[in-house]
């Protein structure tokens, strides 16, 4: 199936999802890919896998919904696993479909359920924001993500659907030390690439970027900044990089398949 075969039916899983009113929407790349669709280099990208997420409650739902429509599950390592996360494959394809409950753990933490009822196929823009830059070892897909968010849609002060809610990040960043240390970090990074290894064409949506992205990587990095931070965060920088602030990405094995990574980050994992 090509990338747009596989954008397609992520849309059309989240579509009829909704008629049944079973909470489900995109993240990572596939959802990066529903709000940029006119982006080449995410077009170009070959189409693996669909990530979502949903709710505790909605899990039954969602294994019912899913498996109706052709998808096998991963019986045993959802029983195991289904409080956090669930597992399918589309097996005409041999493609894996992940399903986070609740909320995303990999280098850190955050929780999304209060999100599900937005509006569109995707958990809002600064969502998908947190899932990248969460990342400890950030790769080029990722910071290619971040950029082509930053270059397409605006900062806000508040939620919106089609603006990147800068108080939602900083709820994070601004509680855990870690979480800033990691989000300002790549931010920095991603500025720096924006700057000096940026190739042409990495940004290309058949017109001008609506915003410069090594700009809004900046500001958003200064609000971060700028943001009153928890007597927690405090406590927890004056120990700083002497204790590791993030997890460790693991491995999970499946009975479809081989072990896949399902956090951190690496070639195939939850932000992709």
């Given at each position: 199936m090509t990338e747009a075969g596989v954008l397609d039916e992520a849309l059309r899983l989240v579509g009829l999802a909704d008629a049944a009113r079973v909470p489900l929407r995109l993240?990572?790349?596939?959802a990066v890919a529903v709000r940029v669709p006119s982006w080449r280099v995410r077009a170009d990208r070959p189409g693996r896998d669909m990530d979502f997420a949903?709710?505790?409650?909605?899990?039954r739902?969602?294994?019912?919904?899913?498996?109706?429509q052709g998808y096998v599950a991963d019986?045993?390592?959802?029983?195991?696993?289904?409080?956090k996360q669930l597992y399918f494959v589309d097996p005409a394809n041999a493609r894996p479909v992940d399903v986070l409950i609740d909320r995303m753990e990999m280098c850190h933490t955050f929780d999304f359920?209060?999100?599900?009822?937005?509006?569109?196929?995707?958990?809002?823009l600064a969502d998908l924001l947190l899932?990248?830059?969460?990342?400890?070892?950030?790769n080029r897909k990722d910071i290619l993500d971040v950029l082509i968010l930053l270059a397409e849609f605006p900062l806000a002060d508040g939620p919106l659907d089609d603006a990147i809610d800068v108080a939602r990040i900083t709820k994070h960043t601004s509680a855990d030390w870690g979480w800033w240390r990691t989000a300002t970090g790549n931010l920095a990074?991603?500025?720096?690439f924006a700057e000096h290894d940026l190739a042409p064409g990495d940004l290309d949506v058949g017109r001008p970027?609506?915003?410069?992205?090594?700009?809004?990587?900046?500001?958003?990095?200064?609000?971060?900044d700028a943001a009153p931070k928890s007597m927690g965060w405090k406590v927890r920088a004056r120990v700083g990089e002497r204790v590791p602030w993030y997890d460790e990405p693991e491995e999970e094995a499946h009975d479809q398949g081989p072990a896949r990574r399902l956090r951190g980050g690496g070639d195939r994992d939850m932000t992709e």
């Open positions: 993240l990572g790349g596939i949903t709710d505790r409650g909605s899990r739902a969602v294994t019912e919904f899913l498996e109706g019986r045993r390592y959802n029983v195991a696993n289904g409080h359920s209060g999100d599900l009822a937005c509006r569109g196929a995707t958990l809002p899932s990248k830059l969460q990342v400890v070892r950030i990074a991603i500025q720096a970027n609506r915003f410069d992205p090594s700009l809004q990587a900046a500001e958003l990095l200064r609000r971060i």
